[in-house]
């Protein structure tokens, strides 16, 4: 969760390596003012049956 | 402050991680410019939590690199 800083970036990189696994990416930004935070999300589906979801809600609060 | 961490699950192991950047009293700018390299073994799990809390002068510049092995969990919320 993302409230302080006045620039926030964050950029994870996932990767699966092998079948079977699952990756939930969630997050949420409560800014207000001028703040600003991203979030640059890579994720490598490099073998097959794996999983991934995602949410990233933003909120002015 | 450069922060570099290494975080290993092992096999079949389970963790929960909490990731805090507070600024202290009194903090004005600032830069934090973080890292985490993560792997997670064949049927691991784990559980990651990021809290920017920053002081609102602050910049936080983070990453991570996470590698998950066969029938693994990896749950964040940042």
């Known amino acids: 969760m993302t409230s302080g800083s006045n620039v926030s970036r964050y950029q994870p990189v996932i990767a699966f390596a092998g079948e079977g696994s699952r990756v939930e990416a969630n997050g949420v930004n409560l800014l207000n003012g001028r703040q600003h935070a991203d979030t640059t999300l890579l994720l490598d589906h ?9 949410i990233f809600p933003r909120c002015d609060r | 402050m450069f922060t570099r961490s290494l975080l290993r699950i092992g096999r079949a192991a389970s963790a929960t991680v909490v990731e805090s950047f507070i600024a ?55």
């Open chain 2, 24 to 78: 202290a009293d009194g903090a004005k700018a600032y830069q934090v410019p973080d890292f985490l390299v993560v792997s997670i073994g064949d049927g691991a799990r784990l559980d990651h939590v990021r809290l920017i809390e920053d002081g609102r002068e602050a910049f936080n510049i983070s990453s991570a690199v996470v590698t998950l092995g066969a029938n693994a969990h990896f749950n964040t919320f940042a």
């Open chain 1, 46 to 54: 490099a073998v097959p049956n794996c999983a991934s979801r995602e």
